[in-house]
């Protein structure tokens, strides 16, 4: 799951950002894709992009105002941005035809697949994007087995790699939530909870592992399992747009991607893209997660807390 982050702006920056999407209301939809046509003509002249991370005008100018002119560049078609909310306003505006093209993380991409059929474009890679699992160094916890009738702290619901991951090692071990381990997802307060002596294991990101160690102390916790890679953050298509658009936008993604990497990441606001490269995306490469659902206990995966 994407964190929504805010922030505030000058108002002249702000009125400059709502010029930027002035038109976005107005943009064509559906209508203007052209099923039988193939390359750039296959996708209409406006294209309507978001994040599912970014909440607010605003911070999506900050964040991708580079990345939309570079995008412009490679396209040749004009970019605009298209604010959310939440990830159910991506899902109704991917539904309604209201954006053509959102960045995602893995979690939001199995929901929106299941209610807006969104197609999969592009992958980002995140080299280190995995779980861990860790304890307290001088606890009897060596391996996952160990965890049997314990306790693990994660994430809060719905974070891929702090909450998601972690559950799928734990099913992947032989241990089931809520009956052979108990799982406390505490979000945010996690790792002063686990200072504190609350669980006996920590689920979060590796990425994290650094951040656990200067807040607890440096040899304090251990290792007791990492996960495989996870699944890649994605650009998704609105159905709509049809399968010529979306391979067209594929190619130009891909074939342009140094440039458009560097766009993302130029603001310092994406630096967990810094070494990324895009990769063509399909929807079975995000079965892991749907796996990680079901161990959450989440079978209909629009169920999952935003």
Not at 41 to 63: H, K, Q, Y
Not at 87 to 102: C, K, M, P, W
Request: hydrophobic share 40%; glycine share 8%; with cysteine.
């Amino acid at each position: 799951m994407r964190v929504s982050k805010t922030r505030t702006l000058p108002a002249l920056f702000v009125v400059g950002a709502l010029a930027l999407t002035g038109c976005a209301s107005t943009a064509t939809g559906a209508s203007d894709t052209n099923p039988t046509a193939t390359g750039s003509e296959a996708c209409p002249d406006t294209l309507r992009f978001s994040d599912t991370g970014v909440e607010g005008l605003e911070t999506l100018v900050v964040e991708f105002e580079n990345f939309r002119l570079a995008f412009e560049e490679a396209t040749g078609k004009d970019i605009e941005f298209y604010p959310i909310s939440s990830r159910t306003a991506a899902s109704t505006a991917l539904e309604f035809d209201e954006i053509d093209l959102l960045l995602t993380g893995p979690a939001e991409y199995v929901v929106l697949k299941q209610e807006a059929d969104a197609l999969p474009v592009v992958g980002i890679t995140r080299p280190g994007y995995r779980s861990i699992i860790v304890a307290r160094a001088d606890s009897d916890v060596d391996e996952l087995s160990d965890l049997e009738n314990k306790t693990v702290i994660t994430k809060e619901v719905g974070s891929t790699s702090g909450h998601l991951g972690p559950l799928e090692m734990l099913a992947d071990a032989g241990l089931v939530a809520g009956e052979t381990v108990d799982v406390v997802p505490l979000g945010a307060t996690r790792i002063e909870a686990f200072g504190a002596g609350e669980g006996d294991a920590l689920g979060t990101g590796l990425s994290d592992f650094e951040e656990i160690e200067a807040e607890l102390g440096k040899g304090s916790i251990k290792m007791v399992a990492e996960g495989p890679d996870l699944p890649n953050d994605l650009f998704v298509a609105r159905s709509a747009l049809g399968e010529n658009c979306a391979t067209w936008l594929q190619q130009t993604l891909t074939e342009n991607q140094q440039v458009l990497l560097d766009a993302i990441t130029s603001t310092g606001e994406s630096d967990k893209y810094l070494e990324s490269e895009f990769l063509v995306a399909e929807d079975a490469d995000y079965d892991p997660t749907r796996s990680a659902f079901v161990a959450a206990g989440f079978e209909d995966f629009a169920q999952l807390p935003e």
